[in-house]
């Protein structure tokens, strides 16, 4: 079965410091992996996603991923985060079947907290 | 132009009740979700259809009744309101030719008393 592991449950970064956050997948064949933010009392918004091909993925606001596949991770940077990126960040991971109607599988978030 | 839309937004019932949660999108997707999201903003999927065939139906009470009366239309009735059944509801929606990039309405908050 798939799993993620976003090990860290908080982070705290100053403003205009860089970001990474990690995450660790678990997936027997090729995965389809996701970043998804959750400003509060907000749906989930789609920062990127890695299907195939290049494993540095850019996406909205800012934010890249890099997939590794050695180390089954997909973990999201941003160079500078500006105070409006404090939210929660979920990693997630689909079924690499191309399609049909499989859930995500998301970790369990990392909160991001920007200091003034 | 909303993509994926839920109403209500809130909803707050007694115990015992029964309530139903409204999905819609107009992305023209033929995949449509629910997914419940806990108080420790963990997200686990529910149920999932396909050109309205139920492909995914985890372990949920059978309280829980998904009904898709076409593609663009997703309702999660429930039955018998019980106080962990409080959480968001969030649904979603993709399609089966893509590659599971699933796009989330923004929420439904239920508030069991």
């Known amino acids: 079965a798939q799993s993620v592991t976003q090990p860290d449950i908080h982070i705290t970064v100053s403003e205009g410091a860089s970001l990474e956050l990690r995450c660790n997948y678990s997936?027997?064949?090729?995965?389809?992996l996701f970043w998804y933010v959750q400003s509060p009392g907000q749906g989930l918004q789609l920062l990127l996603k890695?299907?195939?091909?290049?494993?540095l993925v850019q996406g909205i606001k800012g934010f890249e991923a890099e997939f590794k596949r050695s180390q089954s991770s997909f973990n999201l940077r941003k160079p500078s985060v500006h105070w409006s990126d404090a939210a929660e960040y979920f990693c997630?991971?689909?079924?690499?079947?191309?399609?049909?109607?499989?859930?995500?599988?998301f970790g369990k978030g990392t909160h991001l907290i920007i200091q003034p | 132009d909303t993509a994926v839309s839920q109403t209500p937004k809130y909803l707050v019932t007694q115990m015992g009740n029964d309530k139903s949660i409204k999905c819609e999108q107009n992305?023209?997707?033929?995949?449509m979700y629910w997914y419940k999201q806990d108080s420790k903003k963990f997200l686990k999927i529910m149920f999932s259809?396909?050109?309205?065939?139920?492909?995914i139906n985890e372990t949920v009470p059978n309280r829980f009744s998904p009904k898709s009366p076409d593609k663009a239309h997703l309702n999660l009735h429930i039955n018998s309101l019980e106080l962990g059944d409080s959480a968001v509801y969030f649904c979603?929606?993709?399609?089966?030719?893509?590659?599971?990039?699933?796009?989330f309405g923004p929420g439904t908050r239920l508030t069991v008393l």
């Open positions: 259809y396909n050109n309205k065939e139920l492909i």
């Open positions: 992305l023209g997707h033929d995949t």
């Open positions: 997630a991971v689909g079924a690499g079947s191309g399609g049909g109607a499989d859930g995500l599988t």
């Open positions: 997936y027997g064949a090729t995965p389809y």
């Open positions: 890695y299907f195939s091909g290049d494993t």
């Open positions: 979603a929606s993709s399609s089966s030719t893509g590659r599971n990039e699933q796009f």
